[in-house]
């Protein structure tokens, strides 16, 4: 189980303080999918780096299973089952896609069938790109997909995925639900989805709406999706100051 408590996060900007997290509070069950969504800037990257360990929150806590992990580095926290897949993924110069999905394993003599496995949940045949390094001559979706048959092959407790939709075809993104889907159906992996997505967001048990660093709306997605298609003005605080004038 994962608990953020009073989690916030701030900057120094101007002389003064931003505050990008401010006073976030939720619980990530064992074996849940929880979406978070909400607008542009609203903090869900930030809020998920902080839970991997990318970024260091200037308060409150994270416990994971209990342990207070909040102090602990990316390595550690990745040993305890954490892993998370990045809304722009790097590449790695001189790394081979079946190098980087033995890794993620963990498994030294991961076998081309599981590394055909991983690739096919994401949409690509691992004949044209076993062989392939995860450097430039990749495209976006591609990497982007590779990225997400890493974190498949670490099939970690844990697992957080930030916007896998982008840049991905209609076609393998189709492919990619169904494998959140079936993961989730399966048990076991606890998921945390961040996404702009219907499709994906009517997957989860629970979806956290975040905007301007808070958790401003939580529920199932038949609760939250209405309200967030007519939500319009939630983003722009002159907006929604003219039409609370009117
Ligand atoms: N180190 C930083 N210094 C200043 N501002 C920052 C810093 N890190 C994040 N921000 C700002 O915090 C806000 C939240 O960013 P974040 O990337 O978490 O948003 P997001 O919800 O993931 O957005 P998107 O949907 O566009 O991916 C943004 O306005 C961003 O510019
Ligand atoms: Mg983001």
Redesign the pocket.
Same mark, same amino acid.
Do not use: S
């Given at each position: 189980m994962l608990e953020l408590k009073h989690l916030s996060y701030a900057?120094q900007?101007d002389g003064g303080e931003?505050g !990008?997290l401010n006073d976030i509070s939720l619980t990530v069950g064992d074996g849940r999918l929880v979406v978070f969504t909400?607008?542009?800037?609203? +903090?869900? %990257? %930030?809020?998920a780096k902080s839970i991997m360990g990318l970024v260091r929150p200037t308060g409150g806590r994270i416990f994971w299973n209990g342990q207070d992990i909040t102090s602990m580095g990316i390595t550690e926290r990745a040993r305890l089952g954490i892993s998370y897949g990045f809304?722009q993924p790097p590449r790695f110069k001189g790394l081979t896609v079946r190098d980087l999905l033995t890794l993620a394993s963990g498994n030294e003599t991961l076998s081309k069938d599981r590394c055909c496995q991983y690739l096919t949940r994401v949409g690509l045949c691992a004949n044209d790109y076993l062989d392939r390094e995860v450097d430039a001559s990749l495209s976006g979706g591609e990497v982007k997909r590779i990225e997400i048959a890493s974190i498949l092959a670490r099939n970690a407790a844990l697992m957080i995925f930030?916007?896998p939709e982008a840049g991905i075809d209609l076609w393998s993104f189709a492919r990619l639900t169904e494998t959140f889907e079936q993961l989730h159906a399966a048990g076991g992996a606890t998921m945390i989805i !961040?996404s702009?997505q219907e499709r994906i967001i009517s997957l989860a048990d629970e979806v956290i709406v975040?905007g301007e +660093?808070r958790v401003r709306h939580r529920g199932t997605p038949e609760e939250i999706l209405p309200r967030i298609l007519t939500d319009t003005l939630g983003v722009c605080p002159v907006l929604r100051k003219e039409a609370m004038a009117k």
């Open positions: 900057v900007e931003l !990008i909400g607008p542009n800037g609203g +903090g869900k %990257t %930030t809020l809304q930030d916007e !961040i702009h975040v +660093g």
